[in-house]
């Protein structure tokens, strides 16, 4: 789950997302992986959280709901024309103020596949790129100057499109009678600005129950398997993994607010496979348990036969492929009530 709160990337259960780390996952690591995702709260990204051209993957396939919150994303590129472009683009994002910056001279912001915009504000320092290249909804737009030339180039789509109104461009952009398409149980239409956006409040978005804990093996803090378990047939609800740095954790326990087992343990992988192409963090396992597992620390092919000796002192080396001994300790397991946890600040509500 990384940087989401909370979760599983489906429309029922999305990813939700309250911090800049959240959304530099989303439109890189997984931005192809077709996930669904929402704003818990305003997000802006500063210079230091740039997205680079070269981080996003091909292609991109994911949807995101605002929920009426403002999202502004960095982006630079220095090779190509385009921000986001050269690739399929295939994603949604909705009911939000969202701002899309620019770092270069390059001129477009997008430019193949298909972006559809619903339900947003958009302002943008960039162009876009022709009318089949993004589907808006009941929108709006506005250029804003570039936040590192301050130069006046003009936000343009390319050729004339519907629904979206160009606010910059209308003598009286307040008059209500031009957002008469606008849905108002998600847009304030008053006449007194531009259409704004409401901020909506759902439970399940904003509030999570958790358990929260620190794992420590011989008072070190440590890296190991979490899971919660329904207290009755052990049904697996979630899981997640301890930080290596301070061993602290924190499992989404879904909709459970009684008792729940959570385990602490150690990945202990599969057995080891010949000719496989086993990459970094990979665990494999003698057959005959020795009380180690063996964690892949340098890629590679492992070689056509299973190893005759399994060291605990030193690497074990197969093919390409080698992997670090390390001990397998006693799991743990405690029955205890999951915490409703508010999604921004992370506190109990």
């Not at 250029?143 to 030339?149: E, I, L, N, R």
């Not at 129950?209 to 047939?233: C, E, L, Q, Y």
């Not at 008792?259 to 086993?278: C, L």
């Not at 205890?336 to 109990?348: K, Q």
Request: charged letters at 15%; one cysteine or more; aromatic letters at 10%.
């Amino acid at each position: 789950m990384g940087a989401y709160v909370k979760g599983k990337g489906t429309e029922t259960e999305p990813y939700v997302i309250n911090s800049v780390a959240g959304i530099k996952q989303l439109f890189t690591t997984d931005a192809n992986k077709g996930i669904y995702a929402v704003l818990a709260c305003d997000v802006e990204m500063s210079e230091s959280d740039r997205i680079v051209y070269s981080d996003l993957p091909n292609p991109i396939v994911f949807t995101l709901d605002c929920l009426g919150h403002k999202l502004k994303i960095l982006t630079t590129n220095t090779s190509t024309a385009y921000g986001m472009g050269g690739f399929d683009c295939n994603f949604t994002i909705k009911n939000g103020e969202v701002t899309f910056d620019r770092a270069n001279t390059y001129a477009r912001l997008f430019e193949s596949g298909r972006l559809t915009v619903v339900n947003v504000i958009l302002y943008s320092n960039r162009s876009t790129n022709s009318a089949n290249t993004i589907k808006f909804i009941n929108s709006i737009s506005k250029f804003v100057a570039d936040s590192t030339t301050g130069s006046s180039n003009s936000f343009s789509i390319g050729v004339t499109v519907s629904g979206l109104t160009r606010v910059d461009t209308l003598s009286n952009p307040y008059d209500p009678a031009i957002y008469s398409s606008f849905d108002k149980s998600i847009w304030v239409v008053d006449g007194n600005s531009y259409p704004r956006l409401i901020p909506r409040t759902i439970p399940y978005i904003t509030q999570f129950w958790a358990v929260k804990g620190i794992v420590k093996v011989g008072g070190v803090p440590a890296k190991r398997r979490i899971t919660a378990h329904h207290p009755v047939d052990f049904y697996l609800i979630s899981e997640t993994e301890s930080n290596e740095v301070d061993g602290a954790y924190s499992i989404d326990c879904g909709g459970y607010t009684d008792h729940v087992y959570v385990i602490h343990s150690d990945k202990y992988g599969n057995k080891f496979s010949a000719n496989k192409s086993y990459v970094v963090g990979d665990v494999i396992h003698p057959s005959s348990p020795n009380g180690y597992r063996y964690v892949c620390g340098i890629a590679g092919i492992s070689a056509s036969t299973a190893p005759a000796d399994w060291p605990i002192n030193s690497a074990l080396v197969s093919g390409g492929a080698s992997f670090d001994p390390k001990p397998v300790y006693s799991p743990c397991a405690h029955m205890v009530t999951p915490v409703l946890y508010d999604s921004v600040t992370g506190l109990p509500v």
